[in-house]
């Protein structure tokens, strides 16, 4: 009965394959810096975002965290690669770097699942030159080109060079609730 074993490796090597991800994407978003994926990535539209309650830095020099929850209100949808976050201030807008302290890992949502992120950043001073006066964060989804800005009201963010290179980072995603 040799048969018996290799048929069952073969059925276990099919579901194997099968159930890895055949993704699609390659390359770059330009818009998030993070790996593209197929089409299963979440869209901002079908996402739900809230961004606070903020650990505000109360003054220039100290360091204040800004986390942002997003729950899944569409089918299930994937999150692979970190959030593009971009500081604005009038007509200037300054990327957010990426925290590479930790790894991202593809997340997957179902309907009202949750994930979760934090911007931490330096306040600036008011009227500093090297300060990013910012008064909207903008918040794109990997794999999604399309982005949801809302008001940020925790003062200038310090600049690590000048105003356009602000001394900020995002994490990747988490897995967030239950």
């Known amino acids: 009965m040799r048969a018996f074993p290799i048929t069952v490796s073969a059925v276990a090597a099919a579901l194997l394959l099968a159930a890895c991800d055949s993704g699609g ?9 993070s790996k593209n994926t197929d089409s299963t990535a979440c869209r901002i539209g ?18 204040g965290d800004v986390p942002v929850t997003l729950t899944n209100r569409g089918a299930r949808c994937t999150l692979d690669g970190f959030p ?4 604005a201030a009038g ?14 890992q593809k997340l997957t949502l179902a309907k009202g699942d949750t994930a979760s992120f934090t911007l931490t950043y330096v306040r600036g ?4 030159g090297k300060s990013l006066a910012a008064n909207s964060l903008k918040i794109a989804l990997p794999g999604a080109g399309e982005g949801q800005s809302f008001k940020w009201s925790y003062g200038p963010v310090r600049g690590k060079k000048d105003a356009g290179d602000p001394d900020a980072s995002v994490t990747a995603f988490q897995q967030a609730g239950d």
Do not use: F, I, M
């Not at 994407?25 to 810096?33: P, R």
């Not at 593009?84 to 500081?87: A, N, S």
């Not at 007509?91 to 991202?104: F, M």
């Open 25 to 33: 994407g390659s390359g770059t978003d330009t818009d998030t810096g």
């Open 46 to 63: 079908e996402v739900g975002l809230q961004v606070g309650p903020a650990n505000a830095a109360p003054a220039a020099g100290d360091t």
């Open 84 to 87: 593009g976050v971009t500081l």
């Open 91 to 104: 007509g200037t807008a300054a990327r957010v770097a990426e925290d590479k302290t930790g790894r991202p």
């Open 125 to 128: 001073k008011e009227g500093d």
